[in-house]
């Protein structure tokens, strides 16, 4: 169809309506009303209804690509803590061979979830597992100290600590997840308290003392020492980890 042509009847049907309008002897307004209101409404609607479409659409173009970058994002976070899992279960190895590689993968990835979720260094938290207990889970003294983090269940049984994370009874700190889960909960707390100072934190954490000793400078104090070195040892073996690996995958055939 011939839009010109299509236009001129359109036009045409209007001046028709509206000389029968003046011929029944109506107003130009109430022409206006019936006939152009009407026409120009509807034009309105169409470009108002056609423009929210589009901000539809861009809405969910934006929120699609949202949803990409995050999930990219999150795939990417998931890749790293996947293989520094694996450089860190290998320093574990180094220091305690006798755990088996299932074993400490499993350390490791609980050490790298628990100290994100608590804002600790994973490097610290390993180190402290070494002094505590030489990663071994049974590990336990006469003081009620128990498993990987050497948690006292007597102090903290009754808190929301243990209870909050389902440890009801002595024998469920055994668990390396679980007790990696309470230790690092106490040991964050202390570093809150101890206005992130690294060597007060460590203090409490061996002593139950809020305050380091007077009588010592922090060099003196030997829990202190062993994990800081420790935890240089933790990093080094971290870096050669890494190193091996990317070795073994080049040379993998």
Known sequence: MNPKGLTIRVFTRIFIVYALIMALGLSTVYFYKIIIQPI????????????LEVKKSLLREKSDALSLIALKSKENEERKKAQFQKYLAYAILKLQPTLGPNMAEQIAGSIIVESKSNGLDPILVTALIWTESRFNPLAHNKLGAVGLMQVRYPVWKETSILRGNGVSAKHKLFWPDLNIKCGTEILAKYYDQAGHNIAKTLYRYNTGSKELPKDKSVSEI??????????????DSVREGKTKLIEEFRTDK
């Open 222 to 235: 030997s829990y202190v020492n062993k994990i800081m070195l420790t935890m240089y040892n933790v990093l």
């Open 40 to 51: 120009l409404s509807a034009k309105v609607e169409v470009r108002y209804k056609h423009e």
